[in-house]
C-alpha cells in the first residue's frame, strides 16, 4: 500500500514537472516570437540619391518576416503612390515625367502585428530636365531713383509706383513718383524693423520684414497700418497672383500664403538641370511666369510656378556694372501694362527694359 502511495506521487510530481516544463518552453517561444520585429526597407534609391525629372526610379524593397505586417503602401511625394502591396521583397517601377522639382521623400508606410505603424523613408533629388535658356536686356527708359533708398520691393497697383526699402533704422514704405524719383507719400518703420519685400492686393499694401518676422498691412489708400502677420522664418521678396501672397525666403523655396490669414497654402523648390537655387530675392508675376532677382547676382530667374523649374536666366550685368560706385547689388523688379522696371539698392537710377 505504502509502495503505491509512494509510486503515485512520484508520478505526480513528475507530471507536473513535465507541464511545467511545456509551460516553460511554450512562453519561451512566445518570448522569442515577441521579441521577433518584423521590418520593411527600401533598398534602392539611397537617400539624397540624384534623379532629373522623366527618369524612371527603381524602388527595391526588402521585407522581412511578411507574416508579421499588414498594409503595405509607398508614398511618392507624399502622395500615395501604390495601395496594399505584395508582403514580399519586391521591385517597383516610378515614373517622375510629371513630377515637380526639388527634395521629394519616398516612404514606405505598414502595421506590425499589433496594428503600430511604422515607416521607412528615403528622399531623393529631382532636378529640372530643362536647360534654362539665356536672355538678354535692353534698356528702354532711364528714370530717376534716390540713391539713399536700400530697395527691398517694387510694385506698381493702379498705375502707381511703390518701393519698399530695407536696413534698421532707415527703413519705410513708399508712393514714388516714376518720373522723378520722389517720395509722394510715405511711413517710417520703427529702428527695430528692417523692411523687405512688398505687394498689393484688394487695397492692401503687405510688407515684410527681414527676421522680425511680421508683415505689416496698410490701407493703401491711407498708409496706415490695418493689420499685421507673424511668421517663421526670414522674410525677402513678396508678390502675388490675384488671389494668394506669393513669398521667397533667402532659400530655394517659395511659399504661396492666403492674404486672409498669413497660412502656407503652397510650397514650391526652385531647381534647374544641375542644382537647386538659392538666395531668391524679389519677385514679381509676369504673364504668369516668377521673376526672381537672385540675391548679389546680376541674373532674374524665369521659374515655372507649377513645376519650379527654372526656364530662364536673363542677364542684366550691363546695368549692373553701369552703376557708380556705393551702388549695391540688384534688386527690384516691377511690370505694369506691358512693361518691366529694375532697379537696386543704393542705385541712382531705375529702368524700364524689354528681355529677349
Known amino acids: 500500500m505504502k509502495l503505491r502511495i509512494f509510486l503515485l ?23 522569442k516570437e515577441d521579441l521577433v520585429e518584423p521590418d520593411v526597407a527600401i533598398i534602392t534609391p539611397g537617400h539624397d540619391e540624384k534623379f532629373t525629372v522623366g527618369d524612371e526610379i527603381k524602388v527595391k524593397i526588402e521585407v522581412n518576416h511578411p507574416d508579421l505586417i499588414s498594409d503595405l503602401q509607398l508614398y511618392v511625394d507624399d502622395t500615395l503612390y501604390k495601395d496594399s502591396l505584395l508582403l514580399e521583397d519586391q521591385e517597383l517601377k516610378v515614373s517622375t515625367q510629371n513630377a515637380r522639382v526639388g527634395f521629394v521623400p519616398i516612404y514606405l508606410k505598414y502595421k506590425d502585428g499589433k496594428g503600430e505603424e511604422h515607416r521607412d523613408n528615403r528622399t531623393i533629388t529631382l532636378f529640372s530636365d530643362i536647360i534654362p535658356e539665356y536672355w538678354e536686356t535692353n534698356m528702354i527708359n532711364t528714370y530717376p531713383h534716390d540713391p539713399k533708398s536700400y530697395t527691398q520691393g517694387l510694385e506698381f497697383y493702379k498705375g502707381r509706383l511703390y518701393e519698399s526699402t530695407g536696413q534698421y533704422g532707415t527703413s519705410l514704405v513708399a508712393e514714388v513718383e516714376l518720373t522723378s524719383g520722389q517720395h509722394l507719400r510715405k511711413v517710417d518703420l520703427d529702428d527695430a524693423f528692417f523692411g523687405e519685400g512688398i505687394t498689393i492686393l484688394n487695397d492692401q499694401l503687405y510688407q515684410l520684414t527681414y527676421r522680425a ?3 505689416f498691412v496698410y490701407d493703401i489708400n491711407t498708409l496706415d497700418i490695418v493689420n499685421e502677420f507673424t511668421y517663421q ?33 503652397k510650397t514650391l523648390q526652385v531647381f534647374d538641370n544641375q542644382s537647386n537655387l538659392t538666395q531668391i530675392n524679389e519677385l514679381e508675376l509676369i504673364d504668369g511666369d516668377l521673376y526672381a532677382n537672385i540675391y548679389t547676382d546680376t541674373r532674374v530667374a524665369r521659374i515655372d510656378t507649377t513645376t519650379g523649374k527654372v526656364k530662364t536666366y536673363i542677364n542684366l550685368a550691363p546695368l549692373v556694372n553701369a552703376q557708380p560706385p556705393g551702388s549695391e547689388v540688384l534688386n527690384g523688379i516691377a511690370a505694369w501694362n506691358g512693361k518691366i522696371y529694375v532697379t537696386g539698392k543704393l542705385w541712382h537710377y531705375l529702368y524700364e527694359v524689354k528681355f529677349q
Open 233 to 265: 522664418d526670414e522674410g525677402w521678396g513678396l508678390c502675388n497672383n490675384g488671389s494668394s501672397l506669393i513669398m521667397s525666403n533667402g532659400s530655394s523655396d517659395i511659399v504661396w500664403r492666403d492674404p486672409t490669414t498669413f497660412e502656407v497654402t
Open 213 to 215: 518676422g511680421k508683415c
Open 9 to 31: 506521487t512520484f508520478l505526480l510530481i513528475a507530471l507536473g514537472v513535465f507541464l511545467q516544463g511545456c509551460k516553460g518552453e511554450e512562453e519561451e517561444e512566445k518570448e
